[in-house]
């Protein structure tokens, strides 16, 4: 069962910002949203987590609305090398192992 | 610094045939994890080991999928009586702690 939904591709100019919606109403009080990305040939890479408080490191920030049932990764400044598949996933502590990755986000950053 | 790695990135197997993807983990991460990755999709979770353990298998699609780690660092999968639709990128990560998963590159399997 898809834990989140995400739109299937977006496209962005570069040096613009990039805001990838997510959506995941059914989220439990002890989940996290957490993203992650793939660029082409390569292994997913961590970007970012939450809880309920907006975070913010140096690749993105993380906004999370107040029911919790929605959220944003933002990319402030998108570079051609931010091309990739953006996954939201939500992860409860109790199943801290195991990632749940939907199908993402296919993000396209032009000059 | 080194990251995880795996071996080999390309592997091209005849239908029927056994397989070993290889996976060398980050020096001192305790958990590592496999995933499969169809084309076009996102990754699949497969199994999952802390140190020696593997505490749980419940991601392999059939008994003729097997993954091990005797010493707690280097893991292998061993696919058996390989299926075509065992074409896959099969992806290792390993892990410090819960939060972050450090992904290798992946070993592109293609069943003929």
């Known amino acids: 069962d898809a834990k989140t939904t995400q739109p299937p591709s977006m496209d962005c100019a570069e040096g613009r910002a990039a805001n990838l919606p997510c959506n995941h109403s059914?989220?439990?009080?002890?989940?996290?949203v957490y993203w992650y990305r793939q660029i082409h040939s390569q292994g997913p890479q961590y970007i970012i987590h939450?809880?309920?408080n907006n975070e913010t490191n140096e690749m993105a920030s993380l906004i999370i609305t107040e029911d919790r049932k929605s959220s944003t990764l933002i990319l402030p400044h998108a570079t051609l090398r931010d091309t990739a598949v953006y996954y939201c996933?939500?992860?409860?502590?109790?199943?801290?192992?195991?990632?749940?990755f939907g199908a993402g986000t296919q993000v396209v950053v032009t000059p | 610094g080194a990251g995880v790695s795996q071996s080999p990135r390309y592997k091209v197997a005849k239908r029927g045939q056994d397989v070993a993807l290889r996976c060398d983990p980050i020096?001192?991460?305790?958990?590592l994890f496999w995933y499969q990755q169809a084309l076009g999709q996102g990754p699949e979770f497969l199994t999952y080991?802390?140190?020696?353990?593997?505490?749980?298998k419940s991601g392999l699609p059939s008994d003729r999928f097997f993954a091990e780690r005797p010493e707690g660092s280097v893991s292998t999968l061993k696919i058996q009586r390989t299926q075509q639709e065992d074409s896959a990128v099969y992806l290792c990560?390993?892990?410090?702690?819960?939060?972050?998963?450090?992904f290798g590159p992946g070993t592109r399997l293609t069943v003929t």
């Open positions: 990560a390993s892990s410090p702690d819960p939060i972050e998963q450090y």
């Open positions: 059914t989220i439990s009080g002890n989940e996290y």
């Open positions: 939450g809880l309920k």
């Open positions: 996933i939500v992860r409860g502590t109790d199943s801290w192992g195991k990632l749940q």
């Open positions: 020096s001192g991460h305790v958990s």
């Open positions: 080991f802390q140190n020696e353990a593997q505490l749980d």
